[in-house]
């Protein structure tokens, strides 16, 4: 009894969801308390922290210098291992309020297919970053969770998650993965076919930030009406001075084409694997979709033509890995076979 008294109002748990693009951040007493990009701004010299999250994302592309914008994730796993216990600490100690009696406990989601080295890496930049322990979960049986698939049940859930280094797709049965597939193509290769396919047709150099921006406001998966434009500037590689060009729908599903098929191929492949009777479960119940590349337009549709299965969105795919890590933090007993350390 006491010890659960401890548990629940002594120590200041935390979920996280620590993503290529953005990190997200769950505690008990705020909800999801930190949505902000996953990019840190230090000095080149020094490495000093200038800005962690929204504020060092305006740095990347405009530095001088002596000044670096560091995106510390990569594919979803750990590039820079002191930068990204930096962005952590940060993080957290946002999270926490007052006199801190106890460390928190961290649960983060990972991606299915990353080593075991690179999963000690998640581990020791949380313990160094302040946590007093930390379990695992794998992102697509978060995202599952969080959707409110029935996991637990001897039933195929099939879910795929876009997040902004890795799609994965994971066939789950009874809190268990039991085929997945993983592909490094997600939001970031969208945004670098953006700012390639920009170079070829139009001679165009782009930012980080502005292509993403392009990807959204124009993104599809499907071939659309052109109906939608927007002016692009960037640096004209032809004279060398800035320039504005017009840029269609068409043309950035066109640049999109190569990351939407390895994203399609690798749910094609998971299908392939999976077993006769949870294959049946999965044409009766569909294919659920989380991350935020789920938002790009038409590629639910796309899922669903290639594979015949009925595809539907989740309500909020941005949050949905990370409501599924809360959720088996706060009833860890209930979700105790999920966690992969």
Same mark, same amino acid.
């Given at each position: ?17 620590? =993503?290529?693009? %953005? ?7 705020? !909800?999801?308390?930190? %949505? &902000?990009?996953?990019?840190? +701004? ?10 962690? !999250?929204? +504020? ?22 750990? @590039? ?5 216990? &930096?962005?952590? #600490? ?40 302040? #946590? ?60 670098? +076919? ?10 165009? &150099? ?48 066109? +640049? ?20 006769? @009777? ?11 979709? @989380?991350?935020? =590349? ?31 890590? #809360? ?8 979700? &105790?076979?999920?966690?992969? %350390?």
């Amino acid at each position: 009894m006491l010890s659960r008294f401890f548990s629940r109002f002594l120590t200041q748990d935390i979920a996280m969801d620590l =993503g290529t693009a %953005n990190t997200l951040l769950y505690t008990r007493k705020h !909800g999801i308390f930190i %949505n &902000e990009p996953s990019v840190v +701004a230090v000095d080149a010299v020094s490495r000093k922290v200038l800005a962690v !999250g929204a +504020a060092a994302k305006e740095y990347l592309g405009r530095t001088p210098q002596n000044i670096c914008a560091i995106r510390p994730m990569k594919d979803g796993v750990i @590039a820079d291992f002191d930068i990204t216990r &930096e962005m952590i #600490a940060h993080f957290v100690g946002k999270c926490i309020s007052g006199l801190r009696l106890v460390k928190p406990s961290m649960v983060i989601c990972i991606p299915t297919g990353i080593t075991q080295v690179e999963k000690k890496a998640v581990i020791d930049a949380a313990l160094l970053s302040g #946590a007093r322990s930390v379990s695992l979960v794998e992102e697509p049986m978060a995202a599952a969770i969080g959707a409110g698939m029935p996991v637990q049940e001897p039933l195929g859930n099939l879910v795929l998650d876009i997040g902004g280094g890795t799609s994965e797709v994971a066939l789950i049965s009874m809190t268990g993965i039991a085929v997945s597939q993983s592909v490094r193509v997600a939001g970031d290769a969208m945004n670098l +076919a953006v700012q390639h396919y920009l170079r070829e047709a139009f001679r165009l &150099e782009v930012g980080e930030n502005t292509a993403e921006n392009v990807k959204k406001i124009l993104g599809a998966a499907l071939p659309q009406n052109n109906s939608l434009r927007l002016e692009v500037s960037g640096k004209d590689l032809v004279y060398g001075g800035p320039r504005v060009v017009t840029v269609t729908e068409g043309d950035i599903c066109e +640049a999109l084409h190569d990351p939407v098929q390895a994203v399609v191929e690798t749910v094609l492949r998971a299908l392939e694997q999976a077993p006769p @009777a949870l294959a049946a479960d999965v044409y009766d119940n569909g294919l659920l979709m @989380a991350g935020g =590349g789920a938002l790009l337009r038409g590629l639910d549709q796309c899922i669903a033509r290639a594979t015949h299965l009925k595809v539907a969105v989740d309500k909020d795919p941005l949050t949905t890995v990370l409501r599924g890590t #809360a959720q088996a933090m706060l009833y860890r007993e209930d979700y &105790e076979g999920i966690f992969i %350390n």
